[in-house]
């Protein structure tokens, strides 16, 4: 396992903009058939599923804490430790698919490429190195500047379908506003992962290039949003991963 970060102390977090949330209604979206193929589910050793994407044929962007046994709650800003150690990477199974039930295993990871602090405020970012190259998909990329305030981007993700409930869809939402920015995170006007589904990518509208991985479920003037964690701001910890 390899840790890296540009410093110690985690970015600050938008927990000032709004408070988290433990859990959040099944997501809304439409069923992203094909549109998004670098868009994989993790399965975290049969216990819970998340979003990543793939930013080369052998190295997959998620949330630190879908990758992570957590210390404690993700609530922020934290009141502690809140990563007790990374989970076996070889645990971790990337699905190609667009439905879990019908997606295909490519590989399993073998390293992860995390953040050097055990919080995730404003630190919810993880590089999952693969065992197989994935190299019949077209990999995105990060986009080295961020989003900002009253931009829009487009969330993939796989959760629950907001109309049936159902689990392990992956959906994509269009025109998602960004409400507030700080350095390490974006809060955007959906709420586009629950508590199994995060993750997933926020994609510029424009060129398609990875701004933000969805990191937690806020509430904001009672309304469902989400967290980001700015993809910007860990610009080095990706370049040490590819």
Excluded: W
Excluded at 100 to 112: P, T
Excluded at 203 to 221: K, P, W
């Amino acid at each position: 396992m390899l840790l890296v970060a540009c410093s110690g102390d985690p970015p600050p977090s938008i927990a000032a903009i709004a408070p988290s949330v433990d859990q959040a209604a099944p997501v809304s979206g439409t069923p992203d058939r094909g549109d998004d193929p670098a868009v994989v589910a993790l399965d975290l050793a049969g216990q819970r599923l998340c979003t990543g994407a793939l930013i080369a044929a052998d190295v997959v962007i998620t949330a630190r804490h879908c990758v992570s046994i957590l210390a404690g709650s993700v609530d922020c800003p934290a009141k502690g430790a809140q990563v007790s150690r990374s989970s076996p990477a070889q645990s971790i199974r990337v699905l190609v698919g667009d439905d879990v039930s019908s997606a295909v295993e490519r590989a399993r990871g073998r390293a992860l490429v995390v953040p050097a602090t055990d919080s995730l405020c404003g630190a919810d970012i993880a590089l999952l190195l693969l065992d197989e190259p994935i190299d019949d998909v077209q990999a995105l990329t990060v986009r080295p500047t961020g989003a900002a305030n009253g931009d829009r981007v487009r969330s993939v993700t796989f959760g629950h379908f907001k109309s049936t409930g159902t689990l392990a869809t992956k959906l994509v939402l269009d025109h998602v506003s960004v409400l507030g920015t700080t350095p390490a995170e974006l809060l955007v006007g959906e709420a586009p992962c629950d508590e199994d589904g995060c993750g997933g990518p926020a994609l510029d509208e424009t060129s398609g290039q990875i701004v933000g991985v969805a990191s937690r479920s806020v509430s904001s003037n009672a309304a469902a949003s989400n967290a980001y964690t700015r993809a910007d701001a860990f610009v080095a910890l990706v370049d040490q991963a590819l």
